[in-house]
């Protein structure tokens, strides 16, 4: 099955964005340009200030950009946000400690107006697919920092959105579930056939998961670069292990580093589609 | 823990009350005061060197007296013999009393009265001599008598009368008791226990309360009336005339002494029944006062005696050196200070109450003995023998033991009915009703105050002040015109929930406002992102999000307010004067000087303030279940 391509679900275009710091400025992000396509998992990589998580918040419409246009569906963020085209998972699972599991995945289908019966079916359907079904009367502090986070997924897919923002959502969990963590969220992009944006840190995860990385560079912030991964569809462990993941790893890392490079991406930018198509 | 404060009380009762009692015991004026008088001779028809002086614990007293100073034999104010000693019971006269030693009138008239009195009240003629001892069948009777320590105030009906127990240990017969001029049987009168008397009906206000301990007691002074202790079928008859043996004063009879000493001490300095003679003659007591007024510059003073001895504000003076003396007229050397206490002495004075010294104006001539008819002295201390009894029987401690707040717990719930007011329960409930509304009313003010300040900003700048300001009003200062202005619009403040509610809700919304404005601002940015992601309206973010938030905040800030505004309802009821609820009945108490009951309904008002606190931490369990813990409030995300 074919990713449609017709037009771009997110389209950012020379997007400066400023922030005011005392009396001074700094400039988060500058003359970023990025498109992702319906079906895309599009992760944006780079150290610590490189407008990773300011370019999500552009997107989402949690802040508004300095200079340049910003599209989401078509529409303006605003609009976007307003219709609730996307869902966001933050750094941290940002649940709320007085609802239970259950009533923290409804939430989002609370707020939109959602009919009560329906709200607990999806919520349980949703916790069921992230594991969690039997959590669902527990408070958050009950959990661990992983089921956390998990619940703040299927909270984020509630309402089912095409889109989904996340914003370094395994960044606080150690290695090990990690690891399980990207498999299971693989799993769900491949069975919700939903547009992923993802913000990490991590190489290795931003290889794994994604269809497209951007590299960014800090002060200022800026898209240096963008890797088509090629690695086939569904990925396993074993992908870990794999000659092109490490090729594919050296390659982020070279970029991260701001080495030079040949036509590395270009021929692989040529291929990902039929490669992809291969994966499936 | 519990175990521990109340243990810990004990020391602290005696670290604070044992100073007190020891002032009680030191304090001469709370001492019992006991008189040595005369001592007739027991038998009427005694003769001869040895005469029988009897035993009961008054003459015991009297006789301890007698074995340390010299004896001294006399027949009214006549010395009969000098140098008696005492042998057992018997006085040892160094030679023999010819005749009988009482001469006995007319048998006193019974006296006409109740019948269970019959036999017992008799009246005095009115040739007896003063004080003239009876004798019943030629045996002497004792007068002695106990008196209640409280006073009769028309409604009491229990008294208590120290060493009572001890004086009637022996005896078998009713005891009687003399209220005013009025005699009354143990069994229809009154009933005893221990040194407790209980009377059938109250004795009339200020009526001196008395129980006989002797043979006899003065009835009606006035009347000249006795009451018997026993019922006797034959009259007891008075002496007209009777030997006596009495305290000869120890010193040196060398015709130049003037100091000489009694036994029993300390004297009172002011005794009016002080009796004291140098031989046949009997001293005079009293002071005089100048006839000129001492303005600081007179120098020359006239008193009515042209003897005496002369003190400047209780200082002995020395005539030749300090003054010089022309009849009745006195010159001093300096003027005596102006308002000073000047003072002629004709016959004698105290010169040292402690040791029972006395000083005479004129020595006495040798031979001539220094004589006791009567006087008084302190006798023992009236609240115990020791600082600790004294301690014990203080009326007022400053800290009780538990034990005494123990016994008094139940007499104290119990003491009226639920349905009476003055009920310690009823007033409970009533002050926690009191407080419950106040609090609720406060919550109601502090929330909206909250969600103004959050959600509008200006008003948070205008108003804010005025909200910190009206906490440095002392609510003391603030119910009188709260009382004043409800007073005016009709409000019978008195047994109104009112006051209490208003000055309750005035405390208890402060820090409800503050701990909501904390509470609703406390929120995670990153919620109110997702709030944002959500579109969420305003009022679905308040809702859903700021608001529960806040719950915890509210809840720790309820916990302050309900014990601030238990304190702000006690204030106001005391203060509106209003009797049904609890923080009358402490302040009742205070005033009453009952420590004990004072620190029960401390302890109520307590256990009502943590009942309080307890029941909104029972609430924010059933509100707020997500919560881990009790009093801290929200910590973040978890």
Redesign the interface.
């Known amino acids: 099955m074919a990713p449609a391509v017709t037009s771009p679900v997110i389209s950012v275009r020379a997007v400066d964005m400023v922030f005011r710091v005392g009396k001074g400025e700094a400039v988060a992000l500058e003359d970023a340009n990025l498109e992702v396509m319906d079906g895309d998992f599009v992760s944006l990589i780079g150290p610590s200030g490189c407008g990773k998580t300011t370019l999500m918040r552009l997107v989402a419409d949690l802040v508004e950009p300095t200079a340049g246009e910003i599209t989401v569906a078509g529409k303006t963020p605003r609009q976007a946000r307003e219709d609730r085209e996307y869902g966001y998972v933050f750094q941290a699972p940002v649940l709320y400690e007085w609802r239970t599991v259950i009533a923290n995945v409804t939430l989002p289908l609370e707020i939109m107006g959602h009919p009560k019966g329906r709200r607990r079916e999806r919520a349980r359907e949703l916790l069921k697919m992230v594991g969690l079904e039997r959590f669902e009367r527990s408070y958050p502090w009950q959990l661990s920092g992983g089921m956390q986070q998990r619940v703040s997924i299927a909270r984020a897919l509630a309402f089912d959105p095409k889109l989904l923002l996340m914003d370094e959502p395994f960044g606080a969990l150690d290695e090990i579930t990690r690891e399980a963590m990207n498999l299971e969220l693989l799993r769900l992009w491949q069975e919700t056939r939903k547009t992923v944006v993802f913000v990490t840190h991590s190489i290795a995860e931003a290889v794994f998961l994604s269809s497209r990385i951007v590299v960014m560079t800090p002060r200022p912030g800026r898209i240096r670069e963008v890797i088509e991964v090629d690695l086939p569809y569904p990925r396993t462990a074993e992908t870990r292990e794999s000659e092109r993941f490490f090729e594919l790893t050296t390659q982020v890392r070279e970029a991260l580093r701001g080495a030079p490079h040949g036509g590395g991406a270009a021929p692989s930018a040529a291929e990902q589609p039929l490669q992809r198509t291969a994966g499936y | 823990m519990v175990a521990a404060l109340l243990a810990l009380m004990y020391p602290v009762a005696l670290l604070l009350g044992m100073p007190l009692a020891r002032q009680r015991m030191e304090n001469l004026s709370n001492w019992e005061r006991a008189t040595v008088a005369a001592l007739p001779v027991a038998e009427a028809d005694a003769s001869g060197s040895r005469l029988p002086l009897g035993s009961s614990p008054a003459v015991d007293a009297v006789v301890s007296g007698l074995q340390g100073g010299s004896a001294v034999l006399v027949r009214g104010a006549e010395v009969l013999a000098t140098g008696v000693t005492i042998d057992g019971t018997e006085a040892v006269l160094p030679a023999p009393l010819s005749g009988p030693a009482a001469r006995l009138g007319a048998s006193l008239e019974p006296v006409a009265g109740p019948t269970d009195m019959s036999g017992r009240v008799y009246a005095l003629p009115e040739s007896a001599p003063p004080g003239a001892p009876l004798y019943l069948d030629g045996s002497l009777l004792v007068s002695g008598s106990l008196s209640a320590t409280e006073r009769a105030d028309g409604a009491r009906v229990r008294f208590t009368v120290p060493g009572l127990a001890d004086a009637l240990a022996d005896q078998t017969d009713t005891a009687v008791a003399v209220v005013g001029a009025a005699a009354v049987l143990e069994g229809s009168g009154f009933e005893r226990e221990g040194d407790i008397v209980a009377f059938a009906s109250a004795p009339a206000f200020n009526a001196p309360v008395r129980l006989i301990t002797g043979d006899y007691a003065p009835l009606d002074e006035a009347a000249g009336t006795i009451v018997l202790a026993s019922p006797t079928s034959e009259a007891p008859r008075v002496a007209m005339e009777h030997v006596a043996v009495v305290e000869g004063l120890t010193g040196t009879y060398d015709g130049e002494n003037r100091d000489f000493r009694l036994q029993h001490v300390p004297l009172l300095e002011r005794d009016p029944g002080r009796r004291l003679y140098v031989g046949d003659r009997e001293l005079l007591s009293g002071d005089e006062r100048p006839a000129e007024r001492v303005d600081g510059t007179l120098r020359v003073f006239t008193f009515a005696s042209d003897h005496g001895l002369v003190t400047v504000d209780g200082r002995q003076l020395v005539e030749g050196s300090d003054y010089e003396r022309d009849g009745n007229v006195v010159t001093f050397a300096a003027a005596p200070a102006r308002n000073a206490a000047l003072r002629q002495h004709p016959d004698y004075l105290v010169s040292d109450a402690s040791t029972g010294t006395i000083t005479l104006a004129a020595a006495p001539a040798p031979g001539e003995p220094v004589w006791a008819g009567s006087y008084t002295y302190y006798a023992r201390p009236g609240c115990g023998a020791t600082a600790f009894e004294c301690f014990l029987s203080m009326p007022q401690h400053p800290v009780p033991f538990p034990n005494w707040v123990a016994e008094r717990i139940v007499p104290f719930f119990t003491a009226y009915p639920f349905s009476d007011s003055r009920n310690v329960i009823r007033a409970t409930l009533y002050t926690a009703a009191g407080t419950l509304v106040s609090l609720a009313f406060g919550t109601l003010i502090g929330v909206l105050l909250a969600v103004l300040f959050v959600r509008v900003r200006p008003f948070e700048r205008a108003l804010l002040p005025w909200v910190i300001a009206s906490q440095t009003i002392p609510v003391i200062a603030l119910v009188p015109v709260l009382v004043a202005v409800l007073g005016n619009m009709g409000v019978t403040v008195q047994t109104s929930l009112v006051p209490a509610a208003i000055v309750g809700a005035y405390i208890a919304f402060f820090p409800v406002t503050v701990g909501t404005v904390t509470g609703l601002r406390s929120v995670?940015p990153?919620?109110l992102?997702?709030?944002?992601?959500?579109?969420?309206s305003p009022l679905?973010s308040f809702l859903?999000?700021r608001f529960?938030?806040a719950?915890p905040y509210l809840f720790t800030s309820l916990k302050l307010g309900a014990a601030a505004a238990l304190v702000g309802a006690l204030v106001a009821e005391v203060e509106s004067n209003n009797r049904l609820g609890l923080g009358y009945a402490i302040i009742g108490q205070v005033q009453a000087g009952d420590v004990a009951d004072v620190w029960i309904l401390l302890v109520i008002s307590a256990l009502l303030g943590i009942g309080l606190v307890s029941l909104v931490g029972l609430l924010q369990r059933l509100v707020?279940p997500?919560e881990?813990t009790g009093l801290a409030g929200?910590d973040g995300?978890?």
Request: charged residues 25%.
């Open positions: 995670d990153l919620a992102d997702l709030m944002k992601a959500y579109a969420a679905q859903k999000l529960p938030a719950v707020a997500w881990r929200a995300d978890g």
